[in-house]
């Protein structure tokens, strides 16, 4: 659970590097974080229909954090 909400949340780290530089080069791309975002809603999904909380609570977090 921890390293699926790291995985989710490490593009966020460079969200300081942004702001600082004014600059979006070092932004991930578009792609990453809108397939990082669907694939936490088909894991999250996938969670629910089967009833397994392991799976959905990190993909729960992973949602926002796409």
Do not use: C, Q
């Amino acid at each position: 659970t921890v390293f699926t909400v790291i995985l989710y949340g490490s593009p966020l780290s460079v969200i300081r590097l942004v702001i600082h530089t004014k600059s979006v080069e070092f932004m991930p791309s578009f792609y990453f974080s809108l397939f990082a975002f669907l694939g936490s809603v088909l894991w999250m999904v996938y969670g629910a229909l089967s009833g397994d909380i392991l799976i959905m609570a990190p993909n729960f977090v992973g949602i926002p954090l796409g």
